[in-house]
């Protein structure tokens, strides 16, 4: 999955950089898939919500973003599994969008909203929080725990002169609070990628059709309850593990612990 998101931020980046300097086509790029300040321009083109995390332009936007998706996201997905990676990044960038939208009407016209560092960037934060003491070995610095890390990425990105590209900073504060609101609620029980993904899969079974697939059989209902008990507390495990990890740290795990949440999540 986190392959896939790169990729497709690369291949629209290019098409994007094709469109751009095609006279008369250019234009287009921005007004339909990036995402506007304005409530009536996004009235009509609701899709921008989703589309802009997906747009870059500049080669250094692009390439600085999907280096940081990669770092943490690799990360973020041994822990958590890839569907979790998408809809954090999805949401993230929701937030950040819809952040981005409120702070332009109040204090900016005229501005639109491109590419996905608040996705990425609530995905930096979960994982930060996740697991904050484990370590990245970084060239001339050495071993550093992803907390400092994620908290540099945020203060550099987000905070520093606030005068430029101010849009883009409050829609990184957005996928940033995401990220800590989504973790939260996750060590509490809810868990947001979850209800998101369940949601899609309702929507995707509704036009499908449900009653076209073949009917189980109640004799199997047995089967599919002891299913169901296994996979509980496989969770159970999981989340215990995780909470393991958030008070003591990703080394104080047993081995036994590292390899059954290595094979859990990978598996996800």
Known sequence: MLTKLIVINIIVFILANIFVNIPGLGSYVYDYFALPSSLHQLLYRP???ITYMFLHVQTMHL??????FYWFGIIFTDFMGTKRLLYTYLLGG??????FIIFSNLFMQGSNLIGASA????????????????QLHLIFFGPVKLKYLAVGAFVLSSLIDFSVNSGGKVSHIGGALYGILYMSQYRKGTDYAEIAGNFIDKIGKFFKGTNKGPKLKKSGGNGLRQQKTSEDEKQKKIDAILDKISASGYDALTKEE???????????
């Open 63 to 68: 390439i600085s973003n999907m280096i940081m």
């Open 119 to 134: 996705g990425i960037m609530a995905v930096i934060i979960a994982t930060a929080i996740l697991v904050p003491d484990y």
């Open 94 to 99: 929701i937030a950040g969008g819809l952040l």
């Open 47 to 49: 899709w921008t919500l």
């Open 258 to 268: 590292k390899d059954f949440l290595f094979k859990s999540t990978k598996n996800s």
